[in-house]
């Protein structure tokens, strides 16, 4: 099996995909077929208390609306005391929303009685309607039928409509293209009139509260009859002031355009202004938002500081101030030095950076060839000196010594000064070198063979060392 699938897999993913398509398919299908999936939770079931229940056929997708929104379903219709009772289950997310003064109407959608319950949810104030809750027979309307209008007529009205009827019935004989070519031509009018009405509804509220608002003036006008008239009268006058003053009128009215351009300009330097100032202002939103929680962080702080600034510092800086009058002269002496004072504190700045300064040093070896700072050196210099004091006796640490010369510089230095004489006992191997002449005379050839001379007794000394 496995090698089937491998040798086949393209052939085994599209099987796989189209059992996954199938599934969803059939999951929407059954979906909108009211099935109830195990792991979905259960509708609310209510009922509603009708009349008639003429053209309600549950199973067919009728729904439960509030206003224009589908809520539920229409689930079943059951006989009960003479009166249709019609099971419906409004779907979980709306289960609160119906109340138990609410209140129901059945319509059709179209004229083949594609039935809906049309509910009002009811008020707030009511409480949530709960499990099998039943909109009384008081709160629901049902469908008026054609029969029921009909039968309202009596019998010469009725034969008067056969009559209409069959007339129209012969005058359209024949005609259903002319019929057809008027109907067509209403569509651009019945399309500008659908326009009209969405516009409408969308100010639906717009035009409640303006209407509502109209009738509270008219209500309120109503009974200010002397109140209108001395309005009609106050405004008759000033009318006949404004003709009194046509000239200063028509003189404002030529001035306008200039007003109104340089308004306009001004307006241009405004915008730019909003432009930047609305960013900024946005900016600052936060800001500000945080300043007032800022302030009332700190007004605790304020208050318990008040005392203190009003009771200590406030009498400190009174007796201080004679003592600032006669710092004065000090300061302003000091003011004028301090340039100079400056400037040898910037001089003092650059001697210590460049003292310790060090961007490029050494860190390691594929930087070996980059400057240490003088503070580098300077503890190389302390490191070196203790390695080169590293001889100890009694007196403690002292640095070695290596003195070099001639003999004759030796003797020429001692000749004339008794007090360097000890210079020659300092060390047995000085006494004998500078001691014998051919060492100290400045022929080659004599001092050759005196250092041939010192080699073969020393090579003698060490083999009679060895031998012992």
Same mark, same amino acid.
């Given at each position: 099996?496995? $090698?089937?699938?491998?040798?086949?897999?393209?052939?085994?993913?599209?099987?796989?995909?189209?059992?996954?398509?199938?599934?969803?398919?059939?999951?929407?299908?059954?979906?909108?077929?009211?099935? @109830?999936?195990?792991?979905?939770?259960?509708?609310?079931?209510?009922?509603?208390?009708?009349?008639?229940? /003429?053209?309600? %056929?549950?199973?067919?997708?009728?729904?439960?609306? +509030?206003?224009?929104?589908?809520?539920?379903?229409?689930?079943?219709?059951?006989?009960?005391?003479?009166?249709?009772? +019609?099971?419906?289950?409004?779907?979980?997310?709306?289960?609160?929303?119906?109340?138990?003064?609410?209140?129901?109407?059945?319509?059709?959608?179209?004229?083949?009685?594609?039935?809906?319950?049309?509910?009002?949810?009811?008020?707030?104030?009511? *409480?949530?309607?709960?499990?099998?809750?039943?909109?009384?027979?008081?709160?629901?309307?049902?469908?008026?039928?054609?029969?029921?209008?009909?039968?309202?007529?009596?019998?010469?009205?009725?034969?008067?409509?056969?009559?209409?009827?069959?007339?129209?019935?012969?005058?359209?004989?024949?005609?259903?293209?002319?019929?057809?070519?008027?109907?067509?031509?209403?569509?651009?009018?019945?399309?500008?009139? $659908?326009?009209?009405? /969405?516009?409408?509804?969308?100010?639906?509220?717009?035009?409640?509260?303006?209407?509502?608002?109209?009738?509270?003036?008219?209500?309120?006008?109503?009974?200010?009859?002397?109140?209108?008239?001395?309005?009609?009268?106050? =405004?008759?006058?000033?009318?006949?002031?404004?003709?009194?003053?046509?000239?200063?009128?028509?003189?404002?009215?030529? @001035?306008?355009?200039?007003?109104?351009?340089?308004?306009? =300009?001004?307006?241009?330097?405004?915008?730019?202004?909003?432009?930047?100032?609305?960013?900024?202002?946005?900016?600052?939103? *936060?800001?500000?938002?945080?300043?007032?929680? %800022?302030?009332?962080?700190?007004?605790?702080?304020?208050? &318990?500081?008040?005392?203190?600034? &009003?009771?200590?510092?406030?009498?400190?800086?009174?007796?201080?101030?004679?003592?600032?009058?006669?710092? @004065?002269?000090?300061?302003?002496?000091?003011?004028?030095?301090?340039?100079?004072?400056?400037? =040898?504190?910037? @001089?003092?700045?650059?001697?210590?950076?460049?003292?310790?300064?060090?961007?490029?040093?050494?860190?390691?070896?594929?930087?070996?060839?980059?400057?240490?700072?003088?503070?580098?050196?300077?503890?190389?210099?302390?490191?070196?000196?203790?390695?080169?004091?590293?001889?100890?006796?009694?007196?403690? *640490?002292?640095?070695?010594?290596?003195?070099?010369?001639?003999?004759?510089?030796?003797?020429?230095?001692?000749?004339?000064? *008794?007090?360097?004489?000890?210079?020659?006992?300092?060390?047995?191997?000085?006494?004998?070198?500078?001691?014998?002449?051919?060492?100290?005379?400045?022929?080659?050839?004599?001092? $050759?063979? =005196?250092?041939? $001379?010192?080699?073969?007794?020393?090579?003698?000394?060490?083999?009679?060392?060895?031998?012992?």
């Amino acid at each position: 099996m496995k $090698r089937a699938i491998r040798e086949h897999w393209k052939d085994f993913a599209a099987i796989v995909g189209l059992i996954a398509i199938g599934l969803v398919v059939s999951a929407y299908i059954l979906e909108n077929q009211r099935f @109830r999936f195990p792991f979905t939770e259960a509708p609310l079931r209510l009922q509603a208390e009708l009349e008639n229940a /003429q053209a309600v %056929t549950p199973g067919q997708g009728q729904t439960v609306d +509030v206003a224009g929104v589908k809520v539920g379903r229409i689930a079943d219709v059951k006989l009960r005391n003479g009166r249709a009772i +019609v099971g419906l289950d409004i779907f979980p997310r709306f289960k609160d929303l119906i109340r138990e003064d609410a209140s129901a109407l059945l319509r059709p959608r179209t004229g083949l009685k594609d039935m809906f319950l049309q509910v009002d949810p009811g008020t707030r104030d009511a *409480p949530v309607a709960k499990k099998n809750f039943t909109i009384p027979v008081s709160r629901t309307m049902t469908d008026v039928d054609l029969d029921e209008i009909l039968a309202s007529l009596d019998a010469d009205t009725r034969d008067y409509i056969q009559l209409l009827l069959h007339g129209t019935a012969r005058g359209l004989e024949g005609r259903g293209g002319d019929l057809a070519e008027l109907f067509r031509r209403f569509g651009p009018t019945m399309r500008d009139l $659908r326009r009209v009405n /969405q516009a409408v509804a969308k100010e639906r509220e717009a035009l409640k509260d303006a209407i509502h608002g109209l009738s509270q003036l008219t209500e309120e006008l109503g009974g200010k009859d002397e109140e209108l008239a001395e309005l009609v009268d106050s =405004s008759a006058a000033v009318f006949e002031a404004f003709a009194s003053e046509d000239r200063n009128v028509s003189a404002s009215v030529d @001035r306008l355009p200039g007003a109104l351009r340089a308004t306009t =300009s001004a307006m241009g330097q405004v915008r730019r202004l909003a432009d930047e100032l609305g960013p900024a202002s946005e900016a600052l939103t *936060p800001t500000f938002q945080q300043l007032a929680r %800022t302030n009332r962080a700190v007004t605790p702080v304020a208050r &318990r500081l008040t005392p203190v600034l &009003r009771d200590e510092v406030r009498p400190f800086v009174r007796e201080l101030r004679p003592l600032v009058g006669d710092l @004065r002269p000090a300061a302003t002496g000091l003011s004028a030095a301090l340039p100079d004072i400056a400037s =040898s504190f910037v @001089r003092i700045n650059r001697f210590f950076n460049m003292v310790a300064f060090n961007p490029a040093g050494r860190e390691g070896p594929e930087k070996a060839d980059r400057q240490e700072g003088y503070l580098f050196w300077l503890a190389w210099l302390g490191h070196q000196t203790s390695n080169l004091v590293n001889i100890d006796d009694a007196n403690g *640490p002292l640095r070695p010594v290596f003195l070099t010369g001639a003999c004759d510089t030796l003797i020429n230095l001692i000749e004339g000064e *008794p007090a360097l004489e000890f210079l020659m006992g300092l060390s047995p191997i000085l006494a004998e070198r500078c001691g014998d002449p051919a060492t100290r005379s400045q022929d080659p050839d004599a001092v $050759r063979r =005196s250092i041939e $001379r010192d080699r073969k007794r020393a090579a003698k000394v060490s083999t009679t060392g060895a031998a012992r």
